[in-house]
């Protein structure tokens, strides 16, 4: 038997030999000499590479993220630091002011949304022609989130030909959910008419005391006037009618305004929740409504004891990242109420676009045109010196662009 095997790995030798020429691929036998091995290896690694390389050149697809998620992260990647802080800051156009007057700051500064405010009487068509403007200047390819708040009653901001007269949100809480959607419908077509494509509405907050005491929401009939399940629905019907007509919605003031009895907007004092917490009704509603798909959650500017002591919700890492993007799983833009108001007035303006990013926040919602670059410069100074924060720029930064290129203002 041994001979045999002999005369059998000479043979196998020779006929190697003699298909050396043809091909080092079919000789890898251990019978073979060292150098056909070699050269066997060598000639499979090169057919191997030429292999690998036509694949990658021809056989491999590239495999491109078309969901508005994966477009985001594209579009960011290619943005400067500049221009992924503009689409953090909501600069206001008042009624009567020119929307030149935004002109350098979109074009720019790359601030990427707006927010129209105060006493609109022009109508429908006066609105029109004031967004229309405003997003002239800003890239066909990345248009501006155009907001405003229009809740009905004591607040709504844009009135005139076109626009109904909105009835506030306790009356809407008379309503069936049905009837609320309807209108809602009708209410966010007449906003869609005049540019607007975020309705900073509604409010989900549940009043906890007597209503004449509390100043923010049920001493202005703000709220649905429900127990919290039932201002929940409502909110809900409201989110979906104006989703029916195209426009998007921000539930505010999270997690509540309530309990207090100072309206932030106006005071420092009175601002403190000493009852709310995370486990109770009122925050449980606004848990609930994300279930609607509203494009934004809006911070409130109050304290609450039991969640934060230390800080105001929009500033509030505990109750921004810890409970509402990791417990709760929230992971759209979460937008503040406006950074200008009176309760944050302690606050430097350069840090208050940088505290509401370093807690989890996005889109800082600006009231007083004066603050707009004072943020800006706040936002981009520490970006541009803390690696850190300049990642936490580029994630809000992409939330903003899902959110644009999931309403189809970025392509």
Same mark, same amino acid.
């Given at each position: 038997?041994k ?7 000479r043979f196998?030798?020779? /006929?190697c030999?003699?298909a050396l ?9 251990n ?7 070699s050269?066997s290896? @060598?000639?499979?690694s090169? =057919?191997?590479?030429t292999s ?8 491999v697809?590239?495999v491109v993220?078309?969901s508005?998620?994966?477009k985001a992260?594209?579009?960011?990647k290619?943005?400067?630091l ?5 689409q953090?800051v #909501?600069a206001p /156009?008042?009624?009567g002011s020119?929307?030149?007057s +935004?002109?350098?700051?979109i074009?720019?500064?790359?601030v990427?949304?707006v927010l ?9 068509d ?5 967004t229309?403007?405003?997003q ?7 248009q501006l989130?155009?907001t ?7 607040v709504?901001?844009? @009135?005139?030909?076109g626009f109904d007269?909105?009835?506030s949100?306790?009356?809407q809480g008379?309503m069936?959910t049905?009837?609320? =959607?309807?209108?809602?419908?009708v209410?966010?077509s007449? /906003?869609?008419?005049?540019g607007?494509?975020v309705d900073?509405?509604?409010?989900v907050g549940?009043v906890?005391?007597?209503?004449a005491t509390?100043d923010p929401v049920?001493a202005l009939?703000?709220d649905?006037? +429900?127990?919290a399940?039932?201002? $929940?629905d409502h ?11 195209g426009?998007?919605?921000?539930i505010?003031?999270y ?5 207090v009895t100072?309206?932030?907007d106006f005071?420092?004092n009175?601002i403190?929740?000493t ?6 009704a *009122?925050?449980?509603?606004?848990n609930s409504? +994300? *279930?609607?798909?509203?494009?934004m959650?809006m911070?409130?500017?109050?304290t609450?004891?039991?969640i934060?002591?230390n ?7 505990a109750?921004?990242?810890?409970y509402?993007?990791?417990?709760i799983g929230?992971?759209?833009?979460i937008?503040s109420d406006?950074l200008?108001?009176t ?8 840090d208050?676009?940088? =505290?509401?990013?370093?807690a989890?926040g996005?889109? $800082?919602?600006?009231?007083?045109f004066?603050h707009v670059?004072q943020? +800006? ?5 520490k970006?541009a010196?803390d690696?850190?924060f300049a990642s ?8 903003? #662009?899902?959110l644009k290129?999931? #309403?189809?203002?970025a392509?």
């Amino acid at each position: 038997m041994k001979r045999v095997h002999v005369h059998f790995a000479r043979f196998a030798v020779a /006929l190697c030999a003699i298909a050396l020429p043809l091909s080092f691929a079919g000789c890898s036998s251990n019978t073979g000499s060292s150098v056909g091995s070699s050269q066997s290896e @060598q000639s499979n690694s090169q =057919r191997s590479d030429t292999s690998h390389d036509s694949l990658d050149k021809f056989s491999v697809p590239n495999v491109v993220d078309d969901s508005p998620h994966g477009k985001a992260v594209a579009a960011v990647k290619a943005m400067s630091l500049v221009e992924r802080v503009g689409q953090l800051v #909501m600069a206001p /156009l008042y009624a009567g002011s020119d929307p030149s007057s +935004l002109q350098d700051l979109i074009v720019n500064q790359h601030v990427g949304s707006v927010l129209v405010i105060g006493n609109w009487n022009s109508g429908t068509d006066g609105v029109a022609a004031a967004t229309s403007a405003l997003q002239s200047y800003a890239p066909d390819n990345n248009q501006l989130l155009m907001t405003t708040d229009q809740e009905g009653g004591l607040v709504q901001h844009l @009135q005139g030909s076109g626009f109904d007269q909105i009835p506030s949100a306790t009356y809407q809480g008379t309503m069936s959910t049905d009837q609320l =959607r309807q209108s809602a419908a009708v209410w966010g077509s007449q /906003l869609k008419s005049a540019g607007i494509n975020v309705d900073l509405a509604p409010v989900v907050g549940t009043v906890t005391v007597d209503r004449a005491t509390n100043d923010p929401v049920g001493a202005l009939d703000r709220d649905f006037g +429900l127990d919290a399940a039932g201002n $929940a629905d409502h909110a809900k019907a409201f989110i979906q009618g104006m989703a029916d007509s195209g426009v998007g919605s921000a539930i505010k003031h999270y997690p509540g305004l309530g309990s207090v009895t100072g309206n932030t907007d106006f005071t420092a004092n009175g601002i403190l929740d000493t009852t709310t917490t995370l486990d109770g009704a *009122e925050i449980n509603a606004f848990n609930s409504v +994300l *279930e609607a798909n509203p494009s934004m959650v809006m911070m409130s500017l109050a304290t609450y004891q039991a969640i934060d002591p230390n800080n105001p919700a929009v500033f509030s890492s505990a109750l921004v990242t810890d409970y509402l993007r990791n417990t709760i799983g929230f992971q759209g833009v979460i937008t503040s109420d406006s950074l200008s108001a009176t309760a944050l007035s302690g606050v430097q303006p350069s840090d208050l676009g940088v =505290r509401l990013v370093e807690a989890g926040g996005d889109l $800082a919602c600006i009231g007083a045109f004066g603050h707009v670059q004072q943020v +800006l410069d706040g936002l981009n100074t520490k970006a541009a010196s803390d690696p850190t924060f300049a990642s936490k720029v580029k994630q809000s930064a992409i939330r903003v #662009m899902t959110l644009k290129y999931s #309403m189809g203002l970025a392509y």
